[in-house]
T-cell receptor
């Protein structure tokens, strides 16, 4: 089992739709969870951090965390073509010390 | 806030050359910096973690004599690829974190290294 797994892509949604990106992690004692966006040829950019169970909203983005299910998700409302990118889920697993464990990413395409 | 500057953006050089990449945190103090490499269509691969004033901790399989990391201050870390060869060609990205592990990492813009 991979330490951090993301739903396999690519994911394609029409403009204006909700894009749902999912991530599960293996280390039950993980405390810090992050979503990064990476455009092709660019470096990752932090979108959201989440630490507590429940929802956290920031503009069109909502991160959801369920520690009991070891599940974290990112919802993008009113998707725009500019949201087309690879989304990386990252988890700070206590067993990994100070490093982040990244999922392999989900490629999202928003079609105009 | 949390801006990380990485320089240079592109490097093209001959095989056998040593290349230095700089990573600076511009508006915060980076207690920990990280160096990653990424091949096309692949995920990030952590190379090493460095804390200011300490020796870097390298991931398994990463040659520390090949990839020299210096973290001399709270705002600057450097990665030197020594005697680079074509197989070292990759996208190198640094990140920086201020404070405990619960804080996010902020990434530089990356350096695209091409060895001829």
């Amino acid at each position: 089992q991979k330490e951090v797994e993301q739903n396999s892509g690519p994911l394609s949604v029409p403009e204006g739709a909700i894009a749902s990106l999912n991530c599960t992690y293996s280390d039950r004692v993980s405390q810090s969870f992050f979503w990064y966006r990476q455009y092709s040829g660019k470096s990752p950019e932090l979108i959201m951090s989440i630490y507590s169970n429940g929802d956290k909203e920031d503009g069109r983005f909502t991160a959801q965390l369920n520690k009991a299910s070891q599940y974290v998700s990112l919802l993008i409302r009113d998707s725009q073509p500019s949201d087309s990118a690879t989304y990386l889920c990252a988890v700070n697993q206590e067993t990994s010390g100070s490093r982040l464990t990244f999922g392999e990413g989900t490629q999202l395409t928003v079609n105009p | 806030g949390a801006v990380v500057s990485q320089h240079p953006s592109w490097v093209i050089c001959k095989s056998g050359t040593s290349v230095k990449i700089e990573c600076r945190s511009l508006d915060f103090q980076a207690t920990t910096m990280f160096w990653y490499r990424q091949f096309p269509k692949q995920s990030l691969m952590l190379m090493a973690t460095s804390n200011e004033g300490s020796k870097a901790t390298y991931e398994q399989g990463v040659e520390k004599d090949k990839f020299l990391i210096n973290h001399a201050s709270l705002t600057l870390s450097t990665l030197t690829v020594t005697s680079a060869h074509p197989e070292d060609s990759s996208f190198y990205i640094c990140s920086a974190r201020n404070g405990p592990v619960s804080q996010p990492q902020h990434f530089g813009d990356g350096t695209r290294l091409s060895i001829l």
